[in-house]
């Protein structure tokens, strides 16, 4: 069974702080590795990844893959209050028939205080 | 965003009732994905469709049925609703290998 575990599973840190945020996967012919952020409702993408080594930036955020070690890491420098939320990690891979499930990690909750 | 819709977006209902969920895409997308999200969970994987009638269960499918008849359609029916399955249910859709997922809404269900 696919698997993908979030670490921590929350934190608390002050704006301005740089935090990291890990995701490690097991899963079935893997295709991609994806981000999300969720407030309030339906969470909302922000990368998508399937090379190792190569960083994807948007902003403030970068993330990098590894797929020799099977895990990707989200980085969140000069963190604001806006960035509270859980950040979700999710994995493409293929079942046995070659149709692709994405299974999410449980999260990471990160509350940034003023 | 994707045009994607969840309705109803909130439903109590009552314990034994059958409930119908629907998804509804206008992308043309080829993957659908009905979700279940619950505290200290994050989102599990209910049921999933690769195409018009091809669907297979994910890891949570005890108690679910779905249906995909059209390409933009995707039902979630609960036949016989529990309170276990009192959650908030998210739809997805996909196109293909390399192609991110897009949410909808989200459909808040209470079984009482």
């Known amino acids: 069974e696919d698997k993908v575990v979030q670490s921590p599973l929350s934190l608390v840190v002050h704006e301005g702080d740089t935090v990291t945020l890990n995701c490690s996967y097991e899963?079935?012919?893997?295709?991609?590795l994806l981000w999300y952020k969720q407030e309030k409702k339906a969470p909302t993408f922000l990368f998508m990844l399937t090379s190792s080594g190569i960083e994807k930036k948007s902003g403030r955020l970068s993330s990098i893959l590894d797929k020799k070690e099977l895990f990707s890491i989200l980085n969140i420098t000069a963190t604001q209050t806006g960035d509270s939320a859980v950040y979700l990690c999710a994995v493409g891979g293929s079942d046995s028939g070659g149709y692709q499930k994405v299974t999410f990690g449980t999260g990471t909750k990160l509350q940034v205080i003023p | 965003d994707a045009g994607i819709t969840q309705s109803p977006r909130h439903k109590v209902t009552e314990t034994g009732t059958p409930v119908t969920l629907r998804c509804h895409q206008t992308e043309n997308h080829r993957y659908m994905y009905w979700y279940r999200q619950d505290p200290g969970h994050g989102l599990r994987l209910i049921h999933y469709?690769?195409?018009?009638?091809?669907?297979d269960k994910g890891e949570v499918s005890d108690g679910y049925s779905v249906s995909r008849s059209k390409t933009e359609d995707f039902l979630l029916t609960l036949e016989s609703a529990t309170s276990s399955q009192t959650s908030v249910y998210f739809c997805?859709?996909?196109?293909?290998?390399?192609?991110?997922?897009?949410f909808g809404q989200g459909t808040r269900l209470t079984v009482v």
């Open positions: 469709s690769y195409g018009v009638k091809d669907t």
């Open positions: 997805a859709i996909r196109g293909g290998q390399g192609v991110r997922a897009f």
């Open positions: 899963v079935t012919n893997f295709r991609s």
